[in-house]
Nanobody, 125 residues
């Protein structure tokens, strides 16, 4: 059974940094385009960042551009989301998602067939 497990969330202050991790079981992430999405209370889930299965194509959402880096460690079967200079509006549940079709990376949720349960990120002073 495929599982994606996010970790690294927590309560931080504005301006702090966090690195979220997404580890997979029963799925080889090196064959997958990977995405991070987030959902704040009362809002729709939105795209944060994505990386192609080959690692050479990356997209980042406009609201985190310059503050966010997505990367992957295929040896560890893990994908990361490094977020810097966090703001209160970054508060959300962050989800990782996998698309194992070796297709072009997408910002749309519908492109991803596997999802984790999410990790809470709260930015508050």
């Amino acid at each position: 059974q495929v599982q994606l497990v996010e970790s690294g969330g927590g309560l931080v202050q504005p301006g702090d940094s966090l690195r979220l991790s997404c580890a997979a079981s029963a799925l080889t992430l090196s064959n997958c385009a990977m995405g991070w999405f987030r959902q704040a209370p009362g809002k729709e889930r939105e795209f944060v960042a994505a990386i192609s299965w080959s690692g050479d194509v990356i997209r980042v959402g406009e609201f985190v551009k310059g503050r966010c880096t997505i990367s992957r460690d295929n040896a560890k079967n893990t994908v990361y989301l490094q977020m810097n200079r966090l703001k209160a509006e970054d508060t959300a549940v962050y989800y990782c998602a996998a698309d194992n079709r070796k297709s072009t990376i997408s910002t749309r949720m519908e492109a991803y067939g596997y999802w984790g349960q999410g990790t809470q990120v709260t930015v508050s002073s």
